[in-house]
């Protein structure tokens, strides 16, 4: 038995189903539209004390922490597949991974929430302004490293495209004003590959909200 928690329209939650999907593993999800209700319930709580999403359980393996589930995902079912055997494809696969969740995305989600969530009147377009600007300095970072190969492991698809290709697809669907995003070649070549998969289509392109 296999339970997913968390709505459809977190990053976080996205990373885990993308995995998921990708892997063909069925699941139960809990939640996914965000109509349930507050996380914060002494039920939820129990599986997840910070009340965040996405949590897994997966028979019994409780775990919290999306680039931690997708991780344990592509270990546990996909070695070879979404978890590169070669060393140094595996270590690319972790280096972009992290680098999404504490480079990138401290820039990139004050951007998200400045311009899709916060009403126009209250935002600080300042703010929003400079972490755009951020915001294309790490994108022309992965630009670079992507100039020779297809994505971030090397050849093949892996768990390393799976949190920066949310972020991507954030990065791309923010509106084109203010963002006026610079020509990124090779990052846009490998984030047209990402569009072309079906679980990429199905749970990530999905309207910002
Ligand atoms: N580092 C955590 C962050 C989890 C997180 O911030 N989740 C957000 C949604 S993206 C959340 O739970 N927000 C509270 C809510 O949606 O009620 C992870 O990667 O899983």
């Known amino acids: 038995m296999r339970t997913l928690y968390g709505r459809i329209s977190s990053i976080n939650v996205q990373k885990a189903v993308w995995a998921l999907a990708e892997l063909g593993l069925e699941f139960e999800w809990v939640d996914k539209d965000g109509t349930v209700g507050s996380i914060d319930s002494p039920e ?29 995902l592509a270990h546990t079912y996909g070695e070879g597949e979404l978890s590169p055997l070669d060393q140094q494809a595996y270590a690319e696969a972790e280096r972009w991974m992290e680098w999404q969740a504490t480079d990138l995305w401290n820039f990139l989600r004050p951007v998200f929430w400045g311009l899709i969530r916060i009403k126009p009147e209250d935002r600080d377009m300042a703010a929003i302004n ?13 630009n670079d490293f992507l100039e020779d190969r297809l994505y971030i492991a090397g050849d093949a698809f892996s768990m390393g495209d799976i949190p920066t290709g949310c972020a991507a697809y954030r ?27 079906p679980a990429f289509q199905e749970y990530i392109m999905l309207p910002l909200e």
């Open 44 to 72: 939820y709580r129990k599986l997840n004390p910070a009340a965040q999403i996405p949590t897994i359980d997966d028979d019994g393996i409780i775990l919290r922490q999306s680039n931690a589930i997708v991780r344990y």
């Open 130 to 142: 400079k972490n755009i600007e951020i915001c294309h300095q790490e994108m022309a970072l992965v």
């Open 171 to 197: 990065y791309y669907a923010l509106p084109a004003e203010p963002m006026s995003r610079p020509d990124l070649p090779h990052v846009k070549a490998w984030y047209d590959r990402l569009c072309e998969r």
